[in-house]
């Protein structure tokens, strides 16, 4: 059997700096990975269990109408994202299967070209790999060259960096992409995570953006960090009607199938904002406190406005700084997991226990 041209799995790589910060003798504080450690709000575990949870036959691919809508209102709610069709929405695996996929999905192939971000979630490449197709990184809009470019990832706020995108470069991008008839793919899971970010992050599909016409765009969203459900596996992608109804029928045909169970405990967290409110709030909270602990410890933090991590510089090679950070007790991830430009940069997650965040912050006060 053949194997895939995969990159190594990073975190694999990290073996023995996990080593080194779990035998810390007040034990280590995980901060390499964005796995939500706080609850998952009640209304959400009751919506699970409930009514549909007894449903004996298959769910659909599309959702029900309610939770299409409530995607919708929720959209326009929390956003200001007006005109999406619910028909134009479609629940999902989480959003890295999505994301994974999508290229695929798309009927990318080989001699199409995938554009990712200079510093990006590694699944972005794997995903054009996955395809057969070409990736090539860049924050700009000419590097992809004589490329036959179809489909452009964006991702505000970023992981890793936090970095918010203003308008004025996600309409050049949405223009540039429309004239090369390439799909502009927006991962928006950071999007209810604000932070400190003045505009605050919009969606692509925002009319500041695209003026109200969702052709050839896509917004991809997970309900694995603002409302804890990593778990659940729940996401969803909404936008242009005529590729979200694309994707629909491939994934009808290959059984990409969110459960019921799951889909009313996604109808009920895009129904709620309360929950996503206090999480944002804690994360806001812990970046604040591990902001000043790294920059105390010497360490340089840039952009880091929102989302889920700080991108953190000890002007030195990115494994370096996770190994004398790990024998403090404190793993992160190098800079490098997510591109070249990375190598002198780590990525610290908020996700944590406070804690554990406390315990962190005390451990870079006396470096």
């Given at each position: 059997m053949s194997r895939l041209d995969l990159p190594d799995f990073p975190w694999d790589s990290l073996t023995g700096a996990r080593e080194r910060a779990a035998a810390h003798p007040d034990g280590v504080v995980d901060l390499s990975v964005g796995t939500p450690v706080d609850p998952v709000p009640g209304v959400l575990r009751e919506a699970l269990a409930g009514p549909a949870a007894a449903e004996p036959g298959y769910p659909t691919t599309h959702g029900p109408a309610s939770l299409r809508e409530a995607v919708v209102a929720s959209l326009q709610r929390r956003f200001g994202v007006s005109g999406v069709d619910p028909a134009a929405v479609v629940p999902t695996i989480g959003s890295k299967e999505l994301v994974a996929w999508l290229p695929t999905l798309l009927g990318l192939g080989a001699g199409d070209t995938v554009?990712?971000?200079?510093?990006?979630?590694?699944t972005y490449e794997v995903g054009a790999r996955l395809a057969g197709a070409g990736h090539v990184r860049s924050d700009g809009l000419t590097a992809a060259g004589p490329a036959r470019v179809r489909l452009v990832w964006l991702n505000s706020p970023s992981n890793p960096t936090g970095r918010v995108l203003p308008v004025e470069h996600l309409r050049k991008v949405v223009t540039w992409a429309r004239e090369r008839g390439a799909v502009v793919a927006s991962d928006e899971c950071y999007l209810g995570l604000p932070g400190d970010a003045d505009p605050a992050p919009r969606s692509v599909l925002h009319p500041d953006v695209c003026d109200g016409d969702t052709t050839g765009l896509l917004a991809v969203h997970s309900l694995s960090k603002v409302s804890n459900l990593a778990g659940y596996r729940a996401g969803f992608v909404a936008g242009d009607p005529a590729l979200v109804s694309g994707l629909l029928e491939v994934r009808k045909h290959a059984g990409m199938i969110v459960p019921r169970p799951v889909q009313a405990a996604l109808?009920?967290?895009?129904?709620?904002?309360?929950?996503?409110a206090e999480q944002a709030a804690r994360y806001?909270?812990?970046?604040?406190?591990l902001r000043a602990g790294l920059e105390k410890a010497g360490l340089t933090v840039e952009h880091s406005q929102a989302g889920l991590y700080l991108w953190?510089?000890?002007?030195?090679?990115?494994?370096?700084?996770?190994?004398?950070?790990?024998?403090?007790?404190?793993?992160?991830?190098?800079?490098?997991?997510?591109?070249?430009?990375?190598?002198?940069?780590?990525?610290?997650?908020?996700?944590?226990?406070?804690?554990?965040?406390?315990?962190?912050?005390?451990?870079?006060?006396?470096?």
């Open positions: 554009v990712i971000p200079e510093l990006a979630y590694p109808e009920a967290a895009v129904s709620d904002d309360a929950h996503v806001d909270a812990r970046r604040t406190r953190a510089s000890a002007d030195e090679p990115c494994r370096e700084t996770v190994d004398r950070l790990a024998g403090l007790g404190i793993l992160v991830a190098p800079g490098e997991f997510y591109g070249p430009a990375g190598a002198q940069h780590v990525r610290v997650g908020l996700t944590a226990p406070d804690e554990r965040i406390d315990a962190a912050v005390e451990r870079l006060g006396a470096a």
